[in-house]
């Protein structure tokens, strides 16, 4: 079986222009949504170019129909909004094609709320009996790697939002255990090719990779 935490090469897919990946990770109510908000308001200000919001969030129960409703709230008026909770590489993928039929002289930000949400989504679909199989994993992992290929592919900036989920213990059940694994697998390989990685912690945003990040 494939291991999840193997090195991962995505090949030579890199977009020639301005394709820049900024992962913001973090805890539940870390504070990470907001941090990246702010984060991608600055890159429009210093920058300039469209701000596009792309939201995968499912609104499963009240509880979530609220949390979506916080982030519409805080985004209206702002930026344009695509909302794909499943066929994630298909809205990239999109966003491809209107670029080559629209030549922009700006740079674009895609703001990515959230990478793991789009996960669970995915995992909520398959029965919990088959996630532990081998083939599921594998094709779960094939999923994330071509999500990440198609945002290589172009010239617009990446801040990407997903949950941490390595601090914690081992899920109980199969569908926690099979999100912390392909959750932490879709965090690695996005780390490895970002330019820059945040975590955020108590609301405290901390540069873990790229420019006056530590070494340590």
């Not at 509880?63 to 499943?86: A, F, G, S």
């Not at 081992?170 to 392909?182: C, E, H, N, P, Y």
Request: glycine residues 8%.
């Amino acid at each position: 079986s494939v291991n999840p935490y193997k090195s991962c090469q995505l090949g030579d897919k890199r977009s020639e222009g301005i394709m820049r990946i900024i992962l913001i990770t973090g805890g539940v109510r870390s504070g990470k949504s907001a941090f990246a908000e702010r984060l991608a308001k600055q890159q429009k200000q210093e920058h300039g170019g469209t701000l596009v919001y792309l939201a995968t969030g499912q609104a499963w129960d009240e509880e979530m129909q609220n949390r979506i409703h916080l982030h519409r709230e805080r985004r209206v008026n702002n930026r344009e909004t695509v909302e794909e909770p499943y066929e994630l590489e298909s809205a990239v993928r999109t966003m491809a094609e209107a670029d080559t039929h629209e030549a922009a002289s700006e740079s674009s930000i895609v703001l990515l709320d959230t990478f793991s949400g789009w996960i669970a989504n995915i995992l909520m679909q398959i029965p919990e009996d088959q996630l532990s199989k081998s083939t599921i994993r594998q094709a779960c992992q094939q999923e994330v790697i071509s999500c990440v290929s198609a945002m290589r592919s172009l010239d617009r900036t990446w801040i990407v939002v997903s949950d941490e989920v390595g601090l914690g213990g081992v899920a109980l059940s199969k569908l926690g255990r099979a999100f912390q694994d392909i959750t932490g697998f879709a965090n690695q390989i996005v780390a490895q090719y970002a330019d820059e990685v945040y975590l955020v912690v108590a609301g405290i945003p901390m540069k873990i990779k790229g420019s006056e990040a530590s070494d340590k």
